[in-house]
C-alpha cells in the first residue's frame, strides 16, 4: 500500500535548480525538503526540533534553499530530511502560494527571500511552528 494521497496538491518543480516532487501541505507551517538536494554551504548549522504527532521529538538540520515551484518562488529556510514523504513539503511559508492559485497558468509568480535568521532571542524562547501533522520548535539547546 502506497503513503502516498492520489489526490494530495503536488507539482514538479526545482531546488537548487534539480527537479523534484512537491507537496503543497497547507496544514504545515514550515519547510521541509531532502537533505540530498541540499549544498553543504546552504546548511545554518543549527538543528530545529520536529515535534510528531505522536509527541516524539526529532532533531532536523537547517539550510536555506532556493525554490522554484508553482507553490513558492525564492530562498527559505527548510527542515532538512533523509528521508520525507515528498522532495519538498511546502508549508504555510510567507509567500506561499495555496494550491488553487498555482494552478492559474497567467497568475503571477511570488518573489520572496525572507528567510528566518537563527538568533540568540529564537534559540532561547521555543517557537512552535506545525509540520502538517506534526510540528517544531526552534532548538533552545546549545548542544544540540
Avoid: W
Avoid at 502516498?4 to 518543480?13: E, H, I, L, M, S
Avoid at 497558468?105 to 537563527?118: F, G, H, M, N, Y
Wanted: aromatic share 4%; proline share 6%; with cysteine.
Amino acid at each position: 500500500m502506497s503513503s502516498r494521497n492520489k489526490n494530495a496538491p503536488t507539482r514538479f518543480g526545482e531546488i537548487n535548480g534539480q527537479e523534484v516532487e512537491c507537496l503543497r501541505d497547507s496544514g504545515c507551517s514550515t519547510l521541509v525538503c531532502k537533505m540530498d538536494y541540499v549544498r553543504d554551504e546552504q546548511l545554518t548549522g543549527h538543528k530545529e526540533a520536529c515535534v510528531l504527532i505522536d509527541g516524539v521529538v526529532k532533531y532536523y538540520p537547517t539550510a536555506i534553499v532556493e525554490l522554484n515551484t508553482p507553490f513558492y518562488k525564492g530562498k527559505a529556510n527548510a527542515l532538512c530530511m533523509d528521508n520525507p514523504l515528498y522532495d519538498v513539503i511546502i508549508g504555510n511559508i510567507d509567500g506561499a502560494r495555496m494550491p488553487t492559485e498555482a494552478d492559474l497558468e497567467d497568475a503571477p509568480s511570488i518573489e520572496t527571500s525572507a528567510v528566518l535568521k537563527p538568533t540568540e532571542n529564537n534559540l532561547v524562547n521555543k517557537k512552535t511552528v506545525k509540520v502538517g501533522i506534526t510540528s517544531t520548535m526552534i532548538n533552545s539547546d546549545p548542544d544540540c
